[in-house]
């Protein structure tokens, strides 16, 4: 599957106008405030009445490497989305359609067969298709893409997580070929999501594949841009004239972009960013946090509109034993009533009406309710339960001291809590979160760390990838189909030393969890995966590994001159149709 991505911060774009500030208010401005939550509507893009124009996108970090598959930075996005074709996409309500692949393989259209223990799958390239320097897309690009991403480079920690259930990809004629899968994948619509060019980058070593200066300035490109400049603070992106080739009769982006050219800009920080944004310097935001909600509200001559994203916020507290340079083992180690404890008094309405503005609902799952098929809607957010978590700890033994903690057989009730440095919607949580607690008769204090540091694969000593902390808060985003689970919380996924897949990073062990992540992906048959999907749910909140907060939101503030601007809640966030923007 797409590995998950890890994320700091809520994806947020504001599309601002580039005339004055004086411009009117669509939505009222800060007098009107924060609109609810939108539920997806149909697309249906307005044609530019002409080609032209440049638009920037102001952003407060930029990746370190842009390349789809050795690198889960969700900052890389929105750049990826531009540079970027998959075989497959998701529109804005999350309906598979064909992007290089002419339509979607299934099991009604003869796409996908199920071949003993195994499957194919047949795509059909559309033809025509050509990399932005003019060469052809072509089959042969599909199985070289696979055999880099499963071959030495691999090796740097992407997820193979789906690429390991394939047993071969074989090229046809005339742009057709098949993957063979060893086993039932019935999540092969995520893989992929990127093809690379053979020619450019068939001739490098397995060994300089990762560092490859392609990654930092993409020359070759399928998407409907292509990167001329890269600078520490800019990146300046032109339309790439070959993307309509192929093209033609497509219901979604059948066309060259409409722009002439996309700018990136980076922003020291989210305050200069918001700075750029009220000042018309910047046409477009991204990678603000709901936090920002508030300012985003006061801004005048902008349209807001907020929707549900594949996203949610969780604590994950560390199953494993820990490194005693974090504190050891943790208190709930052999102790399951502690989570059970945490777990009710956790002051989730104090988020929810705090910085969240009670526009993010909160989460009992990590399975979406946009996923309607597989959302188990009887698993809700747990109750706040100070007194009920305070009878769990006294039944279990902890007795609070003179200063309030609790100890038991001698040991304080005490862990630390981690996420990334320098946000402050995560200080906000962390501080509601160990306020709560406190109250309970637990002592928390807080070990935060660079984004880098905590979400570095195993391989650069990742603060996560090699379970140095005892409890940690971070976002997760989510592919389209709850398989996703499996390589975050099914007990084989855990990260080790020699692994290229796993981001099991709680060290959960679950058999209920385990047992319903494997039937989920036994069968090709969508009720038979409904019903082991709602049983995992179950089970999930049963075992405690993660404690869901909240679902995090796609937020768009716009100007009313940026045309086609649609939230999508998957992973391809809001530049998923960047072809059709245009400023009228």
Request: hydrophobic residues 40%; proline residues 7%; charged residues 15%.
């Amino acid at each position: 599957m797409l590995a998950r991505r890890l994320t700091g911060a809520a994806l947020l774009w504001l599309g601002l106008a580039a005339c004055s500030a004086g411009a009117p208010s669509p939505g009222g401005g800060a007098a009107a405030g924060l609109p609810a939550v939108a539920s997806p509507a149909a697309y249906q893009p307005r044609p530019a009445p002409h080609r032209g124009g440049t638009i920037t996108v102001g952003t407060w970090q930029f990746p370190s490497s842009f390349s789809p598959y050795f690198s889960s930075q969700a900052a890389a996005t929105p750049v990826q989305n531009a540079l970027f074709d998959g075989l497959l996409a998701t529109d804005q309500k999350l309906q598979w359609y064909g992007d290089l692949a002419g339509d979607v393989p299934t099991v009604e259209n003869g796409g996908v067969r199920q071949v003993g223990a195994g499957m194919d799958v047949t795509y059909q390239l559309r033809p025509g298709l050509r990399w932005s320097d003019g060469q052809p897309l072509t089959s042969d690009d599909a199985v070289f893409t696979y055999r880099t991403i499963t071959g030495p480079a691999a090796a740097t920690g992407f997820g193979q997580d789906g690429y390991d259930r394939i047993s071969g990809v074989e090229a046809r004629e005339e742009g057709g070929f098949v993957v063979h899968f060893r086993t039932l994948y019935p999540a092969y619509r995520s893989l992929f999501p990127a093809i690379l060019p053979r020619h450019r980058l068939g001739q490098v070593s397995a060994a300089q594949l990762v560092q490859d200066g392609y990654w930092r300035k993409p020359d070759v490109a399928s998407g409907p841009f292509t990167l001329v400049q890269a600078g520490e603070d800019r990146l300046t992106l032109t339309r790439n004239e070959q993307y309509g080739q192929g093209r033609q009769g497509m219901a979604l982006l059948g066309h060259t972009a409409y722009a002439d050219r996309i700018v990136f800009r980076a922003y020291p920080t989210r305050q200069a960013l918001l700075a750029a944004a009220k000042a018309g310097d910047v046409q477009a935001a991204s990678d603000l946090s709901e936090r920002e909600l508030t300012t985003v509200a006061r801004l005048t001559g902008v349209r807001v509109t907020l929707a549900s994203a594949l996203q949610y916020e969780q604590v994950s507290f560390n199953q494993a034993p820990v490194d005693s340079s974090v504190g050891g083992p943790p208190p709930w180690a052999g102790d399951p009533a502690v989570l059970q404890a945490l777990d009710l008094a956790l002051d989730r309405p104090a988020l929810e009406g705090g910085p969240l503005h009670n526009r993010s609902p909160l989460a009992g799952s990590p399975v979406s309710p946009l996923l309607d098929w597989a959302y188990a809607s009887d698993v809700g957010a747990t109750r706040y339960d100070l007194e009920a978590a305070r009878r769990t700890l006294d039944a279990d033994g902890w007795t609070a001291g003179a200063d309030g903690i609790r100890t038991k057989n001698g040991r304080q009730l005490a862990f630390a809590l981690t996420s990334t440095q320098d946000q402050l919607l995560r200080t906000n949580e962390e501080e509601i979160l160990a306020a709560g607690w406190r109250k309970l008769g637990v002592a928390v204090s807080v070990q935060n760390y660079s984004s880098q540091a905590l979400f570095a694969d195993f391989a650069h000593d990742g603060v996560l990838a090699r379970g140095l902390y005892q409890a940690a808060i971070w976002a997760w985003i989510t592919p389209p189909d709850p398989d996703s689970e499996f390589d975050t919380l099914h007990s084989s996924r855990m990260p080790a030393a020699g692994s290229t897949s796993g981001q099991n990073y709680s060290r959960c062990r679950s058999s209920a969890v385990d047992q319903a992540l494997a039937q989920g992906r036994s069968t090709l048959v969508t009720s038979q995966r409904a019903t082991a999907y709602r049983a995992f749910q179950h089970a999930y909140a049963d075992a405690h590994c993660e404690m869901p907060l909240y679902r995090r939101l796609a937020i768009g503030v716009t100007s009313p001159r940026l045309q086609n601007f649609v939230l999508n809640p998957g992973p391809a966030g809001s530049t998923w149709n960047l072809a059709d923007w245009w400023l009228a």
